[in-house]
């Protein structure tokens, strides 16, 4: 039972110094940018050893893509965004416009946590070579989740019958992207929800009937 009890403490530690490796990693990358920042800064700044970030991490590029992982799901745990609890129910939705509203909303939560680092990301991977290649060219796995939820929306009571599928996942994608939330919300001073309610309106007018 003691050996039990002592490596479920030892785990619960060092889920903790991830996660304080992860604050530093986020607050010194978005500050400094990416390529500015090195492990031992990072190191410094999560009082811990840079042994401790390799033992734990890899390399500063595995520390991105955690960091990013851990931005998006708002945790960490190793669960798909289409297996989260609020976009199951956004997909359980009764009419078009119910699973709307719940997408509209699921997606500006993650949206809030994800701006402050997009710029940073943006630069690392036009930078960075091998930052590059850990999202390498493709099928934007944000462009499925939207798709998955076009797919829903559009087999519901309320949805417009004169818009496919694809049309639809291209709207979700445009306007529930980071691009647009970070121009509205960061720049032009509009709060999370002003944004929300501003895109389920106007997806709503695209989408379903009115």
Not at 93 to 112: C, K, N, P
Not at 128 to 135: G, N, Y
Request: glycine share 6%.
């Amino acid at each position: 039972m003691s050996d039990v009890k002592g490596s479920g403490l030892r785990s619960q530690k060092a889920r903790q110094t991830r996660q304080k490796i992860l604050a530093a990693a986020r607050e010194l990358f978005v500050e400094r940018g990416y390529g500015a920042t090195n492990l031992q800064d990072v190191a410094a700044a999560a009082q811990v050893a840079v042994q401790t970030i390799y033992f734990a991490f890899g390399n500063k590029r595995t520390l991105l893509k955690e960091l990013v992982d851990v931005t998006v799901a708002g945790d960490d745990e190793p669960v798909a965004t289409m297996d989260r609890e609020w976009f199951r129910a956004a997909m359980a939705a009764g009419t078009a416009q119910e699973q709307l509203r719940a997408h509209v909303d699921g997606t500006a939560v993650v949206l809030d946590r994800v701006a402050p680092i997009i710029r940073m990301l943006d630069a690392a991977v036009a930078t960075d070579a091998e930052v590059a290649a850990i999202w390498p060219r493709g099928v934007d796995p944000r462009y499925v989740v939207h798709e998955a939820a076009a797919t829903a929306l559009m087999s519901k009571p309320g949805a417009r019958t004169d818009v496919s599928v694809a049309q639809a996942a291209d709207v979700l994608y445009a306007l529930l992207g980071p691009e647009l939330y970070l121009i509205l919300v960061r720049e032009r001073g509009w709060s999370p929800q002003r944004w929300a309610e501003w895109s389920f309106a106007t997806l709503s007018a695209q989408l379903c009937v009115t």
